[in-house]
């Protein structure tokens, strides 16, 4: 049997367990008081705002149903309301930090909310409260989601733009496939008087310029050998009831070439009709979606 000091110090423990548990602050969301970590932040920020987004989406829709301007309203408070949390979570983000609150503000500064994201919070309790509680799975599952959204999103923003123009231009493209028959006409009859056709009529095409149309392509019209082509309501908005002008030429071999849109006039030849539109005046469509043969 072992034998034991009887003035030694106890060595059993006798505290309570509960005093080794690390005491955390509570999470308030929408709320200015507290504090929240880094990770916490990111994830928090990203998820509501999407949530408060896709609110807002399905909000506006069933306005306007009933009243537009109405669902413009409801768009502009959800907006507002997305500022608000955004700052509320800051603000708590700079209690972190062991910084007042007024400096969420420096998050209007572009990128400047990088600093939220980089600067750890201050260990243990602070001025402005209990350290925030350890970081569930699912805060870091949303946290690790905002690099792929960003990229998404940048990505989207290059791609949708570029993919309407495209389809733009393939709109316009049709009312050029379409004008190789009128094309053709006001050049047999110039071929035939020796001067342009006045209208449609005289270019031995139907009076109705409605009659040359396409899926995008309202009409087709002859103006002193121009060709006037006007895009439907069907069209992209960018050109919906627009009009892009094709100007005949002669060339000194007599061979009539076309000018369109604000194309540069082709060399060596003169307008077939020089009272008839111009077809860079014609022409109300933005340089940027033509053909590149009928741009500046």
């Not at 503000?105 to 409260?129: C, K, M, Q």
Request: proline residues 7%; hydrophobic residues 45%.
């Amino acid at each position: 049997m072992q034998n034991r000091n009887p003035y030694a110090a106890p060595q059993a423990n006798v505290t309570r367990g509960d005093n080794n548990v690390e005491e955390y602050g509570e999470v308030k969301v929408f709320s200015p008081a507290g504090r929240l970590g880094r990770l916490r932040y990111i994830g928090y920020t990203f998820g509501l705002t999407i949530l408060i987004g896709i609110l807002i989406g399905i909000a506006s829709g069933l306005v306007a149903v009933a009243d537009p301007t109405a669902a413009v309203v409801v768009a502009g408070l959800g907006y507002i309301a997305i500022i608000a949390v955004q700052f509320l979570l800051t603000i708590q983000r700079s209690h972190d930090m062991n910084m007042t609150g007024w400096l969420s503000l420096v998050s209007l500064i572009p990128l400047a909310v990088l600093v939220f994201w980089i600067v750890p919070g201050t260990p243990g309790e602070n001025d402005y409260g209990k350290p925030p509680p350890p970081n569930s799975a699912g805060v870091v599952i949303l946290a690790c989601l905002l690099p792929f959204v960003m990229i998404g999103g940048i990505l989207a923003a290059i791609a949708i733009p570029a993919y309407q123009d495209y389809t733009i231009r393939a709109q316009i493209s049709e009312g050029l496939n379409l004008a190789a028959g009128p094309k053709a006409a006001v050049a047999e009859a110039f071929m035939r008087g020796g001067v342009a056709p006045s209208d449609r009529s005289e270019a031995g095409l139907s009076a109705d310029a409605g009659d040359t149309s396409g899926s995008y392509v309202s009409s087709i019209d002859v103006v002193g050998g121009t060709l006037v082509v006007t895009y439907s309501d069907e069209a992209n908005s960018m050109i919906a009831g627009k009009v892009l002008g094709m100007q005949p030429y002669v060339s000194s071999d007599r061979d009539v070439v076309w000018r369109c849109g604000e194309g540069a006039a082709p060399q060596g030849a003169v307008a077939m009709d020089p009272r008839a539109p111009a077809a860079a005046d014609a022409t109300e469509i933005e340089a940027r979606y033509l053909p590149s043969a009928c741009r500046p």
